[in-house]
């Protein structure tokens, strides 16, 4: 079956490639890209197979089972625009841009001075021939990366002020995953390299892993009802658990600046004493959204707004109250 997937997917990459991108390129002079066009064909491929996949398993749970009915759909567009950008190549595509001559740097000085990357199966050489047990390993340790991240992301003021954004949408659903300020999704990107120069993820289980986490991502901010049961709910975040760390009055509130930190699994929001499992869904946002604060509506406003709170942030101006 996955063979047959894999087929299929490669004769229209390739048919795709050999008969729009290759004449393209060539007409206009571009034969030293046509390796990179390949590759990103294929990423092109993979996000709509991933949007074609939110629109049809997602979507339809969202009409039978709402977490909340809204009056209009208005806000949930720029959301949209968001995931396109992001699945569809144009976000990842300006980081590769801009971070990879940082990435190769780092690299550089990095085996000038005998360092070599590390992989989970050299640290671990038991792991060599057990690709289902790394697969595991590999995702525990990126998610408990995640959670940190994510707490960091509360707790930090000039990192609260860019992530606001993705907590200002009062009408979530499940293309509010991929709505954050790009420099949030930057430091991201840098965060993750960080923990994949000390782990390794090798190429072959990277796809697996992002497609994987992002589909239950979107799940878990999906207008849906659903908790996954007492024993479910510990053990993968559900729409219910993570709605809750989108609740106003919740969120953001509290000893830790929040609750229900964790990305894939809940299990880090137990042993670090931030879950909340019992909570009523009450509505989304942040509280000084009701005194009347603007996180902007369109996708410029909100990262224009975004880096203007940042600035403040870093310069130690005193923000209105956040709770
Ligand atoms: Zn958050
Ligand atoms: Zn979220």
């Known amino acids: 079956m996955i063979d047959l997937f894999a087929n299929a997917f490669a004769a229209v990459q390739g048919s795709v490639f050999q008969r729009l991108v290759e004449p393209l390129l060539h007409a206009a002079g571009l034969d030293g890209w046509l390796e990179l066009a390949f590759d990103g064909v294929e990423f092109l491929l993979v996000g709509l197979l991933e949007i074609a996949a939110l629109v049809v398993v997602l979507r339809p749970l969202e009409a039978l089972w709402p977490a909340e009915r809204w009056p209009s759909r208005a806000g949930v567009g720029t959301d949209v625009l968001y995931t396109l950008l992001h699945r569809l190549g144009l976000v990842p595509l300006l980081f590769f841009l801009l971070l990879q001559p940082l990435a190769d740097a780092v690299d550089a000085t990095l085996r000038l ?13 038991a792991l060599a021939d057990r690709p289902v047990l790394t697969f595991v390993l590999y995702l525990l340790i990126l ?35 991929d709505r954050n300020h790009l420099l949030d999704d930057a430091l991201g990107a840098l965060w993750f390299a960080a923990i994949a120069l000390l782990i390794g993820v090798p190429p072959g289980q990277f796809l697996g892993l992002a497609l994987l986490t992002r589909f ?34 919740l969120g953001h509130e509290g000893r830790v600046l929040g609750c229900n930190f964790a990305v894939l ?11 909340r499992f019992a909570d009523p869904l009450g509505p989304t946002g942040i509280a000084d959204q009701a005194q009347g604060r603007d996180y902007g509506h369109g996708f410029w406003a909100q990262q224009r707004l975004g880096l203007q709170r940042f600035w403040q942030a870093l310069a130690g101006v005193r923000l209105p109250a956040r709770h």
């Open 113 to 125: 001075y005998g360092f070599i990357p590390f992989t989970l199966e050299r640290l671990v050489p």
């Open 143 to 177: 998610d408990f990366a995640g959670y940190w991240q994510h707490r960091l992301q509360h707790r930090l003021r000039w990192w609260w002020a860019l992530h606001a954004l993705h907590h200002s949408q009062q009408r979530m659903s499940l293309w509010t995953d």
């Open 216 to 249: 239950l991502q979107s799940l878990a901010h999906a207008n849906v009802r659903w908790s996954f049961g007492w024993l479910g709910d510990r053990l993968l975040v559900s729409p219910h658990f993570h709605r809750v760390h989108h609740a106003v009055g």
């Open 265 to 275: 699994f809940p299990i880090w929001d137990v042993v670090f004493r931030s879950a």
